[in-house]
Every structure is written in structure tokens, then in C-alpha cells.
């Protein structure tokens, strides 16, 4: 780690040389919520993400990297380095009684602002923390010297205290309640509240992390109705023709490759051709609802890289950005149900979903949906952009992990990661440097040892070409080849039983050090209503 770092003060390897003034990039971590794979147009879609399709064309992309499947696991690995039962979030923001599922990070997990502040940066966050309900849980009390947003796993977009009986947004700033006010969107305020921070720690001379959390695409449905006339008739083609249309665009990037085999048509997605038209238009007032989100995510990345120049920080700063999780599977129907529908989809007294038809769009071309371990729930976007670092306009294999972000940040700020923090002993961290495959030094993480995955039961195990999964309640392993089939349309368990074997072995010894229990003895009486989780 110190010898790459080093490699890239002194200009090695092709990499220009960091000067002496500005030798500690500033850095930026944008995620999003429950956005599909091809959502953006960098990765295949027709939504118009012009912003973020910048940053991408002028950085590196993955075709592999990977999440925990569903929000606050995510976050917890992603903000620590940690594997997330390491952490205490291997279930989620609920305590099911054992430290691997407490429901908040533990103290021996160590924050990327905890870190980073330790070592002479400022550490700013704006949008969902969903890392522990009790306020010494909070951001702020976890290394974040400035915080907009909110605790819990989902919010509203809009003041939604006028419609029957929904509880206001609550958002906190450092510590202290807010409320949305009428005409007030969330996504926006995030962003308000991001670029308030960057001007104030301006004047600081540090170096600063900015931790940006959007919430969108997340349910509900709520959308400005300027952006939602933007995708009015787009969907008129439905989910069959779409998902061709992104399949044929990702071809075209080269984020799917010719030989690769994309997943099959989910059979419990209805054919557009058979519906009624009354259900082809709610239908596609949900997608015209969701592309208008994202498009207004992207505007306020575009607001994010005006600043960045007009701070004159543009050409010293990483940004990363990737999602949470797949999209959204099942359907509202079987499972969450709308908490008040008083007005038209898209509008603040709505509460709608995408849902599994279209989420199977957002996912192209891959298999299956949030809180998944098959390759529609884990893999994300995931795009890097520093002018002059990063190597330009590269699309690479990759497969990296979440647990990759902290070691990547800490080498590039030239941060130490302490033994001890408040008295605690430090976990050491779990993931890889990313920077050779970010300078163009690597086409893949050097990683040796698997990936492996536990959640509410489903399970997964990631090494070379090989891919093992389980999906609760059955045990058995399913087997992939993903140099060929990334769309884990071909289970070869049984034509190579020693390799799943193997693999098994190291799932089990990966659980036993990690703290992962058994399902069946821990899982709450009365399990989270996610649409599609099972």
C-alpha cells in the first residue's frame, strides 16, 4: 500500500506526480439507492445522466463490483471496510441479539471519517446514514464533522405533512431536527446542504471526504413535475422492448461483452403485449416517475462539479460512485404495502413503487433483485473519475468489493490506519487497495482469497471465474461460471462438484471468523416486508 502511494507521488509508472501542494486529494463518495445496473446511461440506459455519464467517460468503469445485497449492510462495509457482521450489521438497523447483529456499528469498526479526520481531513456527509437509530450512532458522533440527512433506511422527497396521517420528514444538521418545508425536494436539499459544507471547509486550507448519500431512486416514487415531462410517452414501448434496447447500448460501450450470456427473461414479469391499457398506464407512470429521479440526481451532480471548479478543487479530487444494491424485485401487492396513495404516482401524496417489472429492466443483464446474492442483487455500477490519476475512459473488469473503498482511500490520502481509536482496538481492514486497477496498472483486483456473502440466509461465494450462491430457505449451492455466463443462466454444481466443494470450505471457514450464524435460529419473528427479498 505505502509503495503503490509512493509510486504515485513520484509519478511512477505513467501516473503524473502529485505536487507538493496538492500531494492530498480531496475526496468524494457519492451513492445512490436500490438503482438497477443499466440505470445510467453510462451503463446502457435511455435515462438522461449526462453528469455522471462525464465522470465515467472521462474515468474507469467496472463491469464487476460488488455490494451487500440490501442498504444498511452495504453501508456498514462501505463506510468501515469491513465486512458487515464485523461490523454489527449483518441483518440490518435491527438488534436480533448477537454482536455480528446488533444494528449498529460497533466501535471497533472504524469510520472513513473517523480515519480521515484522524489524519488532517475535513469529513462532510449529506443524505442517509442508516447505520444505527440511537443518536450515539449518528454521523456526527462517528467522525463526521458536518451532517445533513436522515437516520432511518427510507424518507419521503417532498413536506408530506398535508396528507392524511404521514408523519413530516424528519431530517437532522449536526445533531438537531428539521423539517422539509412546502416545495422543498429532498434531493435537492442534500445537495444544498453538500455544497454549503464544501464552501465553509474552503476556508479551512485541509483537505476534505464528502460522504454524499443520495436516497433516490429508493420508494417512494416522488419526483419534480418538471423532470417526470421529460420520460412522458418514453415507456410507451414497455419492459420487453426497453431491456432489448439497454442490452444492445451495453454491447455497444463494451460494459457487456460479445461472448457474455445475459440472464433470462424473469418469467414472473407479465408480457407488455398482454396487458390491459389501463395497466400500461400505471405502469408507465412508475418508470416515467423513476427516471425522473435519477435525472434529478444527475442535475445535482452537475451542481457538485460546478462547485468542485469554481473552488477550483476540480483537478485534486477523486469521486466514486456506485450504488447500494440491484433494484427492487417482488411487487407491493404481496408484500409492502402503500402507506396512503392520495394523489397521482410521482406526486408527494403518492407512495408507489417501481417494482419487479420494471426493476428487471433496471437490472439488465443480469439476474434477480435486491437482498439477492445472484449477480442482479450484489453488482453495481461503479465509476472513478480523477483527472490525470484515474486512467481516462477505461472499461474494466474490475471485480472489486465495498470493502475496497476504505484501504483505496486511506493509500490515496496517504492516511495511517490506527491499531487503537477512543480506547478501542482496531479491526484490521478486510479489503483490497484499488488503485492499481484505477491507475491502469491492473485490469482486476490482485484479491487471492474469496468473496463471500450472507444475508437473511441467501448466500454467496466469489473467487476467479467461479461463483457459488444459495437462496434461503434451500442450502444448496448453485454454480457459475461468470467469465461466460453473467447472467447465471447455466448451474454447473453438478458437472463440478469439487469446486463447489471447495468453495463451500471457504464460505464456512469465512463465516466462523466473521461471526455469520445460522438463519433459522436468529431471524426475527416477523422478518422486513421487502418486496422480492426471498
Keep these: 500500500m505505502k509503495q503503490l502511494l509512493t509510486c504515485l507521488l513520484l509519478g511512477i509508472s505513467g501516473i503524473p506526480a502529485l505536487s507538493q501542494k496538492s500531494a492530498r486529494p480531496n475526496i468524494i463518495l457519492i451513492m445512490v439507492d436500490d438503482m438497477g445496473y443499466s440505470d445510467i446511461g453510462a451503463y446502457g440506459s435511455e435515462i438522461k445522466t449526462p453528469n455522471i455519464d462525464k465522470l465515467a467517460s472521462e474515468g474507469t468503469r467496472f463491469r464487476e463490483f460488488y455490494n451487500n ?111 422539509l418545508k412546502p416545495g422543498e425536494y429532498l434531493t435537492d436539499k442534500i445537495t444544498d446542504n453538500a455544497l454549503e459544507f464544501l464552501q465553509a471547509q474552503n476556508k479551512t486550507g ?172 450484489i453488482c453495481t455500477p461503479f465509476i472513478a473519475w480523477f483527472p490525470g490519476y484515474v486512467k481516462r475512459g477505461a472499461i474494466v473488469k474490475g471485480t472489486g468489493h465495498i470493502i475496497d473503498i476504505a484501504p483505496t482511500f486511506y493509500a490515496l490520502a496517504g492516511a495511517k490506519y490506527p491499531e487503537k481509536y477512543n480506547g478501542h482496538t482496531a479491526l484490521p481492514l478486510a479489503g483490497k487497495n484499488l488503485l492499481p486497477v484505477l491507475s491502469g496498472q491492473a485490469a482486476e483486483v490482485d484479491r487471492g482469497e474469496a468473496l463471500c456473502w450472507e444475508r437473511a440466509g441467501n448466500r454467496a461465494v466469489r473467487k476467479g471465474k467461479w461463483k457459488i450462491v444459495s437462496t434461503y430457505p434451500l442450502y444448496t449451492w448453485e454454480l457459475y461460471d461468470l467469465s461466460k455466463d453473467r447472467g447465471e443462466t447455466t448451474d454447473l454444481s453438478g458437472k463440478f462438484p469439487d469446486v463447489v466443494n471447495e468453495l463451500s470450505v471457504e464460505y464456512s471457514q469465512w463465516a466462523a471468523k466473521t461471526g455469520v450464524a445460522d438463519y433459522d435460529k436468529i431471524k426475527p419473528a416477523q422478518p422486513m416486508a421487502i418486496p422480492g427479498a426471498n
Excluded at 76 to 99: E, K, W
Excluded at 113 to 139: C, F, R
Excluded at 330 to 356: C, F, H, L, M, V
Design 206 to 377: 485541509k483537505p476534505f471526504f464528502l460522504y454524499l448519500a443520495f436516497n433516490a431512486p429508493h420508494w417512494p416514487l416522488q419526483a419534480l413535475p418538471e423532470d417526470i415531462a421529460k420520460y412522458k410517452g418514453r415507456y410507451d414501448i414497455g419492459w420487453d422492448s426497453l431491456r432489448q434496447e439497454r442490452i444492445a447500448r451495453q454491447k455497444t460501450l463494451g460494459i457487456l461483452l460479445p461472448d457474455e450470456r445475459i440472464a433470462t427473461r424473469d418469467t414472473e414479469v407479465p408480457k407488455w403485449d398482454n396487458l390491459t391499457y389501463d395497466q400500461k398506464q400505471l405502469w408507465k407512470a412508475k418508470m416515467e416517475v423513476y427516471a425522473a429521479m435519477l435525472d434529478r440526481v444527475d442535475q445535482n451532480i452537475g451542481r457538485l462539479l460546478t462547485t468542485l471548479k469554481e473552488l477550483k478543487k476540480d483537478n485534486n479530487t477523486l469521486i466514486v460512485f456506485l450504488s447500494d444494491n440491484g433494484a427492487q424485485g417482488g411487487y407491493a401487492s404481496t408484500a409492502r404495502k402503500p402507506q396512503r396513495n392520495t394523489g397521482p404516482i410521482g406526486t408527494p401524496g403518492s407512495y408507489d413503487y417501481q417494482e419487479q417489472s420494471w426493476a428487471y429492466v433496471s437490472n439488465t443483464p443480469l439476474r434477480q433483485y435486491k437482498n439477492n446474492m445472484h449477480e442482479g442483487g
Design 69 to 179: 445485497s440490501i442498504c444498511a449492510p452495504t453501508r456498514a462495509s462501505l463506510i468501515t471496510g469491513q465486512y458487515a457482521h464485523r461490523a454489527g450489521m449483518g441483518y440490518f438497523d435491527v438488534n436480533l441479539g448477537l454482536p455480528a447483529y446488533q444494528g449498529f456499528l460497533n466501535k471497533e469498526s472504524l469510520t472513513l471519517a473517523e480515519v480521515l479526520k484522524q489524519n488532517g481531513y475535513s469529513t462532510l456527509m449529506a443524505g442517509k446514514s442508516h447505520l444505527g437509530k440511537d443518536s450515539i450512532y449518528w454521523p456526527n458522533q462517528r467522525g463526521f464533522e458536518q451532517f445533513y440527512g436522515f437516520i432511518p433506511g427510507a424518507s419521503n422527497y417532498f413536506d408530506i405533512g398535508a396528507y392524511g396521517k404521514a408523519e413530516p420528514v424528519v431530517l437532522i444538521k449536526n445533531n438537531q431536527q428539521e423539517k
